[in-house]
């Protein structure tokens, strides 16, 4: 089975470029979805957590509050760090048990879509490397209509990631995602037909 990990900046469409790579046949696994998962009520890392923050990021009912989380770790590195420490094990360990289980099914291709693919250095995870980018302007309006936030505060997230450019420099395939859906689909087609169909 072949892995490849698909990866981007936020905002670039990651999701839809994993969609199209499902309609040609591969097995996605999300990274955000097992950072979720590891973290539901009677998980050891959401445990993990509360002993390391304290029960001020949890909700009433028990769950990881994530607003709360995400304003501790935002503006403050070593707590992200923390935090870190304790999610990417725990995805890896959820990402694992999900590549046995699609190369238990017989697929033939997996795409480990994960956005910090390299910097959470999970890239010794997949064979290859595919990175979604797209021009900085358009990747700035769609995250702020997304996320409904202004200007300052998407350039804000945008800057606190890996530059796309340094990104994309990993990637043995790039998709431009920066115009309409049918170009976008026609590069993941073509790169499938020369990295997967052969």
């Known amino acids: 089975m072949k892995i490849i990990g698909l990866t981007g900046g936020i905002a670039t469409g990651k999701t839809t470029v994993a969609r199209f790579m499902e309609q040609l046949g591969a097995v996605v696994i999300d990274a955000d979805q ?105 990747q700035r309006e769609r995250l702020m209509a997304r996320d409904r936030c202004n200007r300052e505060q998407a350039e804000q997230i945008i800057a606190a990631q890996m530059p796309l450019a340094e990104k994309e420099g990993y990637g043995v395939v790039v998709i431009d995602n920066s115009d309409s859906l049918e170009m976008t689909r026609q590069q993941v087609r073509a790169a499938w037909q020369q990295r997967i169909a052969v």
Do not use: C, N
């Open 34 to 138: 097992l950072a979720r998962d590891a973290v539901a009520p009677g998980m050891p890392a959401l445990l993990q957590i509360s002993q390391q923050f304290g029960a001020a990021v949890l909700s009433a009912d028990g769950s990881l509050d994530r607003q709360a989380m995400r304003s501790l770790v935002f503006s403050d590195a070593g707590k992200r760090q923390q935090l870190e420490a304790i999610l990417h094990p725990a995805i890896k360990q959820l990402a694992l048990q999900r590549l046995a289980a699609a190369r238990d099914s017989g697929a033939q291709v997996a795409v480990y879509m994960a956005p910090l693919l390299i910097e959470a250095g999970a890239a010794d995870r997949v064979d290859e490397i595919w990175v979604v980018t797209l021009r900085p302007e358009v």
